[in-house]
């Protein structure tokens, strides 16, 4: 194959967690000159297109989300849908199977990155095409799910045998969601999720994270053993802090400049996450409780269709002066790295974490809702020790106003031993994920790896 350019295939799962980082790994490798054609839901395709950095190598190739019984005109990703039905678009995602082997033929490219489609292995393997299974999760999650057989509650609280760390194990209200999700059953073949990402990772011909083994090197390790291919590191694909506050949005950045360096409590818990009604307000009023200003970008709760008609009794009322709660999309990384910005409530979503660590200089606070999202703020808060996690319930995985309010003051607090571990930790692995040749030392090896397979 030489240095030739290579084409690509992206095929990601239909979520904006999973479309997002496979458009970031994209951006790498048209940046380094390769042809990346990139399947995206046709309506979804102007949510993405601004974040093509290379278009004249990127192209979308738009896709009809088919339509089936009981899934709702026009929904075309997860966030489209209640949770509950969400299996009916695994159904329709592999509804497309005859379209995608068709472009697959048509393109004839040298890789197909995936991530939830088993099936696709079985195409692209007969016409010579290697498959890329990219795990949008982190390899400390990956390492920990690794595991043998169905999966249970009393099994999952515990570490596997031999995993690398003593600092992350699940709660039991943690372990009871992994296994309800687990076992899912798509609307159509009946497979359940876990069968279904573990045949996608075993048909594939390397495993793939967007991770550096400067933080999670142990658990590729431990992972390689476990494991017959090779694992391919891309670096943690983070966007670099934007170079100026001009294109923030005015009303934000006119909003954000009232308020002295530092300040302010940013809160936002990803795309997908609807908390309960009494957990929103729980949330909201322990952040009320700091006396801080704040902005807390947060979907409507469960129940509810505006973020306005669950607010606490009087909550607007005692907070209009200093926070604002908005349940639309935000500008995350500008408003991340506006100056004003000191703490950062985050759902421990991969993507989220690695715009905390290297866009800002913020505390960052953990409140993880789901899968591996309880694995990743361990890591975090544990492992890494760079935010602190807000106490819940171990069995009921319920938090208060007070333990919201215990976990930003620590990290808030500059006189707090808690505080000043997390701060200059951060600052460090900030130092080092923005080292100017990191990200190209990470995607030429993982080109070099590519071309070897």
Same mark, same amino acid.
């Given at each position: 194959m030489g240095e030739s350019r290579l084409r690509i295939v992206m095929f990601p799962w239909f979520a904006m967690g999973h479309l997002t980082p496979f458009l970031d790994l994209s951006n790498k490798l048209a940046?380094?000159?390769?042809?990346?054609?990139?399947?995206?839901?046709?309506n979804t395709q102007p949510k993405l297109e601004k974040f093509n950095l290379h278009p004249q190598l990127i192209k979308f190739v738009p896709l009809i989300v088919p339509q089936i019984e009981g899934l709702p005109p026009n929904a075309e990703t997860t966030s489209d849908l209640p949770f509950e039905i969400i299996p009916l678009l695994l159904n329709a995602m592999d509804l497309t199977r005859p379209k995608i082997e068709s472009l697959i033929q048509e393109i004839k490219p040298h890789f197909v990155f995936l991530d939830f489609q088993h099936w696709l292995p079985s195409i692209a393997r007969p016409l010579g095409i290697k498959c890329v299974a990219f795990l949008t999760t982190s390899p400390a999650a990956a390492s920990y799910f690794s595991r043998e057989g169905n999966w249970t509650v009393s099994d999952l609280i515990k570490p596997p045998p031999g995993f690398p760390s003593s600092a992350i194990s699940l709660r039991e209200h943690e372990a009871r969601g992994v296994v309800f999700t687990a076992n899912m059953e798509d609307g159509g073949s009946g497979m359940p999720l876990l069968e279904r990402l573990t045949m996608a990772a075993v048909e594939c011909d390397a495993i793939c994270f967007r991770a550096c083994r400067e933080m999670e090197g142990p658990y590729c390790d431990f992972l390689q053993t476990k494991l017959t291919k090779p694992i391919i590191l891309a670096g943690p694909t983070v966007p670099k802090p934007p170079a100026s506050s001009s294109s923030l949005e005015e009303k934000w950045a006119k909003w954000l400049n009232r308020?002295?360096?530092?300040?302010?409590?940013?809160?936002?818990?990803?795309?997908?996450?609807?908390?309960?009604?009494?957990?929103?307000?729980?949330?909201?009023?322990?952040?009320?409780?700091?006396g801080l200003p704040f902005l807390a970008a947060l979907k409507p709760p469960l129940g509810a269709t505006k973020v306005e008609e669950a607010l606490p009794k009087g909550f607007k009322e005692r907070t209009q002066e200093r926070g604002i709660v908005d349940g639309n999309w935000i500008q995350q990384q500008h408003i991340l790295a506006h100056p004003s910005v000191g703490c950062f409530v985050t759902h421990c979503g991969l993507g989220s974490l690695f715009e905390g660590l290297v866009i800002s200089e913020c505390q960052m606070v953990l409140l993880p809702q789901m899968?591996?999202?309880?694995?990743?703020?361990?890591? &975090?808060?544990?492992?890494?020790?760079?935010?602190?996690?807000?106490?819940?319930?171990n069995e009921d995985g319920l938090?208060?106003?007070?333990?919201?309010?215990?976990?930003?003051?620590?990290? &808030?607090?500059?006189?707090?031993?808690?505080?000043?571990?997390?701060?200059?930790?951060h600052?460090?692995?900030?130092?080092?994920?923005?080292?100017?040749?990191l990200e190209k030392t990470y995607i030429n090896d993982f080109l070099h790896k590519l071309r070897r397979l």
């Open positions: 940046g380094n000159g390769h042809q990346i054609f990139f399947l995206v839901p046709r308020f002295t360096t530092k300040k302010v409590i940013y809160c936002a818990l990803g795309s997908e996450c609807r908390l309960q009604r009494e957990q929103f307000q729980e949330l909201l009023l322990g952040i009320e409780l700091t899968f591996d999202q309880s694995i990743n703020a361990r890591l &975090m808060g544990g492992d890494l020790r760079v935010g602190i996690e807000i106490e819940k319930g938090f208060t106003k007070e333990s919201v309010l215990e976990a930003i003051s620590l990290a &808030m607090d500059e006189e707090s031993g808690i505080g000043k571990e997390v701060k200059a930790n600052a460090k692995w900030r130092e080092f994920l923005l080292t100017q040749e």
